[in-house]
């Protein structure tokens, strides 16, 4: 069976791509990502601000907008990042706003781990070092995360949840794409448990088999309000 | 800006569709007089005005509180609490709905005053608080949807084998009329309120529907069972006769403009108390979310009366001469379009319908789409008046032939499709009977009913809303079996293509 490195390494081949956009902007962008050949990727509602004190006046305060990730490879992050601010004029003010961060896991490629040589090692500057490991998995299935999670030391976690983008099978109903409902589990968790809840949860929750969620882990600089939970995890 | 004009682009996209109906009708086969048009317009132009503002007011003022109402009575774990809240609030909601006292004045000049008018909004009101306390203990025990509305029209199939299809017809109005515009949005919230407190994330989302269902079973129980006490004689009063007379604009818009005003007044008390007494009891906001609240309850007030106004002052009586009109033509056919287009189109001029999309879709995370639960609604509606229309010009179709297949369709599908979709359905059926169904696609098949010699415009009248809440409940649990269907498909497809 495969075993986890246990030095944390940057994944040079992925990026994650995070888009906030307008509901109509969105599904814009699903569809335009779905001809790139961007599956997987996932949707959650939220709130923007509103800048305008007429609008203020009025009790409007906020204004919906939807938060888009894509676990993108990072050969073509940059290709596509251009291509999305051209295709939905996010240079203009107000048309939404894209960035891509640094994934450090995600679980496409570990099975290719073992051999894989264009990793970096990271160099850890302090002790008790946090990352953020992010689980994206179909709707009811987050308590099954928090539970495996849990077995393997973490004390807890966030859910929120959201829609899928479509998969290049997505059906349609009357020329609507019928997405799957997701939800997304983010964990903060110190370095030394990494390695294991990474190993428990794709392989509890067979996340090789397609469709079933994926899981990536970021880099986090600081964390304040975790101190006890890092404890009596060590004990548990 | 965006987000204003967003929304008025929303709301614009559906008003407009009536209003060029009505506009190609008046052109072409069916002219209006020349005030009642311009009125008609003015009316249109009310709608779209109030409708947007009364969005606006719904989500900043009616949702925060009964998601706040859901949320404290959860908390406070005591089910003595529970029950006490709901019942009192399901009373006092219904009694201060205008449209059920307009209904229960109309059936008590039909009866010959056996149904007396104070009684029948007190029994649908307990009606609706007891089924409503039911919807609330049914989340908290965990009990599946379809076991509850199979149960509720079980009984209610029962109940109407001993009385008389006129007192049915009215039972399910009574249960149209209660889920107006300001219940609807305050009932959905408080049920997603109260459920967002479970666990298990997949019931919480199917229990953030299905409430206003269940409460308005205990409408049409709450007339079945008092039909039962006070006689099963055939209707045979008469309807008090609305004047159609000439009036000029201004004294047609101000004559409604006072009792509007009072009577949305009367309709957010229940609600503004319930909020006074947990604000100070419960939630003790700060005093800018205070603010942002009063500031929603004022917005909802006022985009309430000019969208009401709107429609009462420019919508109904054109629906009356539509329907007289086209029903005395030679051919039957244009009378049974116009019927289906009207459906289609008002419905989504209801202000409830977007209401209950956008709960659709935050609850789901967008991933049921508004404009498909619209869709379905829509050709429902479309379905309902047309089927209306068609059984008065047919006497040999009764109510029940329609009543009878298809709410025991709409149980039988209960079973078939998600639990999710079952709830969004029975919830679809009571939003869709709203005030614009309940003035201008009434006043329609009125309007055709008055035409037609064999037609009695009291019981036909009646049933349209029993039909308009059937409809939507079939249309939404058909959408839901077909959306299982589509999404094994993909996961299906998926599997597959990976195997390969």
């Known amino acids: 069976m495969y075993m986890y490195m246990s030095n944390m390494s940057i994944d ?8 906030i956009l307008s509901e109509q902007q969105c599904h814009k962008l699903e569809r335009i990502a779905k001809e790139k050949g961007v599956h997987g990727g996932m949707v959650l509602l939220g709130k923007g601000t509103v800048n305008s004190t007429t609008l203020n006046l009025l009790g409007i305060k906020s204004q919906k907008r939807e938060i888009v990730n894509f676990l993108v490879e990072k050969e073509e992050a940059e290709e596509l990042l251009d291509y ?4 939905l004029q996010l240079n203009e003010p107000g048309h939404g706003i894209a960035y891509t961060t640094n994934a450090i896991i995600a679980d496409q490629i570990l099975n290719k781990k073992q051999d894989s040589s264009n990793t970096v090692q990271v160099v850890e500057g302090k002790e008790n070092m946090f990352k953020k490991l992010t689980v994206i998995v179909n709707r009811g299935m987050s308590d099954i995360v928090m539970d495996i999670a849990r077995k393997s030391g973490v004390k807890g976690g966030t859910i929120i949840h959201g829609r899928g983008t479509g998969s290049e099978f997505t059906e349609k109903l009357l020329g609507i794409q019928i997405v799957p409902e997701k939800e997304l589990v983010i964990i903060l968790m110190p370095d030394e448990l990494v390695d294991k809840v990474v190993n428990d949860l794709y392989h509890e929750l067979q996340l090789d088999v397609p469709g079933n969620g994926i899981l990536f882990v970021e880099p986090v600089v600081e964390v304040r309000g975790l101190s006890d939970s890092h404890q009596s995890n060590k004990n548990a | 800006m965006s987000e204003l004009t967003g929304k008025l682009k929303e709301v614009l996209a559906s008003v407009l569709p009536i209003t060029f109906i009505v506009l190609i009708l008046h052109f072409t086969i069916s002219p209006l007089d020349s005030n009642m048009f311009y009125a008609f317009l003015i009316g249109s ?3 779209i005005i109030g409708l947007t503002v009364f969005l606006f007011g719904i989500s900043q003022g009616i949702e925060p509180i009964g998601h706040g109402v859901g949320n404290a009575i959860t908390k406070s774990n005591s ?4 029950i006490t809240t709901i019942l009192i609030l399901g009373f006092f909601i219904s009694y201060a709905e205008p449209d059920l006292h307009i209904l229960a004045k109309q059936v ?3 009866t010959s005053g056996q149904f007396d008018n104070i009684l029948m909004v007190v029994v649908v009101s307990i009606g609706i608080g007891v089924m409503m306390t039911l919807g609330m203990l049914r989340i908290l025990k965990d009990v599946r949807l379809k076991y509850v509305f199979a149960g509720a029209y079980a009984l209610i199939f029962i109940f109407s084998l001993f009385s008389s299809p006129d007192f049915l017809a009215i039972a399910f109005d009574a249960s149209g009329a209660t889920t107006g515009a ?10 997603a309120g109260f459920s967002a407190m479970k666990k298990d994330s997949k019931m919480s989302e199917a229990d953030s529907f299905g409430l206003v269902g269940i409460s308005s079973t205990g409408a049409i129980l709450g007339v079945l069972i008092t039909s039962l006490f006070i006689g099963n004689g055939k209707l045979n009063g008469v309807l008090p006769e609305t004047d159609i007379a000439a009036k000029s604009l201004w004294e047609l818009y101000s004559s409604e403009l ?4 009072w009577d949305s007044f009367l309709t957010l008390l229940p609600i503004i108390i319930t909020y006074i007494l947990f604000q100070i009891f419960f939630f003790k906001h700060k005093k800018s979310k205070v603010i942002d609240t009063i500031r929603g309850l004022i917005l909802t007030f006022l985009g309430l009366v000019i969208f009401l106004l709107g429609v009462n002052g420019g919508f109904m009586e054109v629906g009356t001469q539509l329907g007289i009109q086209l029903a005395s033509m030679e051919s039957k056919a244009p009378v049974l379009i116009v019927a289906l287009l009207l459906g289609l189109t008002t419905v989504m001029s209801e202000p409830a319908v977007h209401v209950l999309t956008s709960q659709v879709e935050d609850v789901t995370g967008g ?3 508004r404009i498909l639960v619209l869709i379905f609604l829509s050709v429902a509606v479309g379905m309902s008046i047309f089927m209306s229309a068609l059984r008065i010009l047919v006497p040999d179709i009764k109510l029940w032939m329609y009543l009878l297949p298809g709410f025991g369709l709409s149980v039988i599908l209960a079973f078939l499709v998600p639990d999710l979709f079952v709830g969004m359905a029975f919830d679809a059926g009571g939003v869709a009977s709203g005030p614009m169904t309940a003035t201008f696609s009434l006043a329609f098949v009125q309007g055709i009913a008055a035409q037609i010699p064999t037609a009695d415009v009291v019981t036909d009248g009646f049933g349209m809303i029993a039909i308009v809440a059937m409809m939507p409940i079939i249309a939404i649990e058909l959408l839901g079996a077909l959306y299982q269907a589509k999404s094994l498909k993909t996961s299906n497809a998926s599997i597959l293509k990976r195997k390969r």
């Open chain 2, 45 to 47: 132009v009310l709608i």
């Open chain 2, 182 to 191: 300001i219940t609807v949005p305050f009932m959905l919230t408080l049920a």
């Open chain 2, 258 to 261: 006072l009792h509007i005003v």
């Open chain 1, 84 to 87: 999305f601010t051209k295709e």
């Open chain 2, 367 to 369: 991933s049921v789409r």
């Open chain 2, 79 to 82: 089910l003595a609490v529970i």
């Open chain 2, 108 to 110: 008590k000049s039909v």
């Open chain 1, 12 to 19: 040079q081949k992925y990026l994650i791509m995070t888009l």
